[in-house]
């Protein structure tokens, strides 16, 4: 079973609203991380790579749910290039 049909039969089987509501658990579970390894400068890399796993898993399927994957790469494309030419402008200013 490929990844896109295991997203698939997870809104099928446990359905949409209860599966986007997870998307938001585990980006939460993901900030508590980030938040205690950079506030508390705890050493949780096993839970960041845990949490950051969790989230890709969902946003996966929130792609899926939505049919917005090929949309999300093209912007995600743009918006790396925009990022691109800030970095490169930063970098010329303090030259
Ligand atoms: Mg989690």
Redesign the pocket.
């Given at each position: 079973m490929s990844d896109m049909d295991l997203y698939q039969r997870a809104i099928r089987v446990w359905g949409k609203e209860p599966q986007m509501l997870q998307v938001i658990?585990?980006m939460s579970?993901?900030t508590k991380e980030i938040l205690k390894n950079v506030n508390r400068k705890k050493d949780n890399i096993d839970a960041l790579i845990?949490?950051t796993?969790?989230?890709e898993i969902m946003l996966a399927q929130l792609k899926c749910c939505y049919n917005i994957g090929k949309e999300v790469d093209a912007y995600k494309t743009d918006k790396l290039k925009l990022i691109e030419k800030r970095l490169d402008d930063w970098e010329n200013k303090e030259k």
């Open positions: 658990e585990e579970e993901l845990e949490e796993a969790d989230v």
